[in-house]
């Protein structure tokens, strides 16, 4: 077995190589730059997504905070006050 294993190995070692190994990494990172370009695109989307996301909501928490409604009866708008909701009609 172990023979057999020796031989194939040699008879591997004195065959050419059928392709030069060179320039190999060099394809393998056009490959993977090629398909890392749609990957980053869709990042670059999200971002902009997110972001719109995040100034609508600031923009809408913004107009929330500046029209506060106080329903409370010991609020300062006089339209609540116990004395006028007592009051009576006439």
């Known amino acids: 077995m ?11 070692r004195a065959s050419p190589m059928d392709r030069r190994l060179d320039d190999l990494s060099v394809h ?3 490959k993977l730059d090629a398909q890392a370009e749609p990957a980053q695109s ?3 989307w999200r971002t902009i997504a997110l972001a719109a996301v995040m100034l609508c909501g600031a923009a809408v928490s913004a107009v929330a905070a500046r029209t506060v ?4 009866p ?9 004395s006028t909701l007592l ?3 006439g």
């Open 69 to 72: 409604h106080d329903t409370s």
């Open 2 to 12: 172990a023979d057999k294993l020796d031989m194939a190995l040699a008879g591997l």
């Open 28 to 30: 393998v990172w056009k």
């Open 42 to 44: 869709l990042w670059r």
């Open 74 to 82: 010991f609020s300062v708008r006089a339209a609540l006050a116990p």
């Open 87 to 89: 009051a009576e009609e």
